[in-house]
């Protein structure tokens, strides 16, 4: 099981180790879909719109998929998976 965690700061590169027996991550607040501008139909705030094609999955172009937390209305919580 999981026993410690390593942090390190991006803006100097320290770094410091803490024990812990339990993790729970948070994402998906904001999406990180600025590479995919230009190739399937997102939201202003860019989370991919799905549920346009065939399968309720799909984006706007046939055979591409979003899962997860970067989709238009999935629930944010890591929880409600």
Do not use: M, Y
């Not at 099981?1 to 390593?6: D, E, K, P, Q, V």
């Not at 100097?12 to 999406?31: E, K, M, Q, V, Y």
């Not at 705030?45 to 399968?55: D, I």
């Amino acid at each position: 099981g999981l026993t410690s965690a390593t942090f390190r700061k991006r803006a100097d590169g320290s770094s410091h180790r803490l024990d812990i027996r339990h993790l729970f991550l948070f994402i998906g607040a904001d999406p990180n879909s600025d590479w995919l501008e230009g190739c399937v139909a997102t939201d202003p705030q860019g989370f991919v719109e799905t549920g346009g094609g065939v399968l309720p999955l799909e984006t706007n172009v046939p055979g591409v998929f979003a899962i997860g937390d970067v989709r238009k209305g999935s629930t944010k919580r890591v929880a409600a998976a």
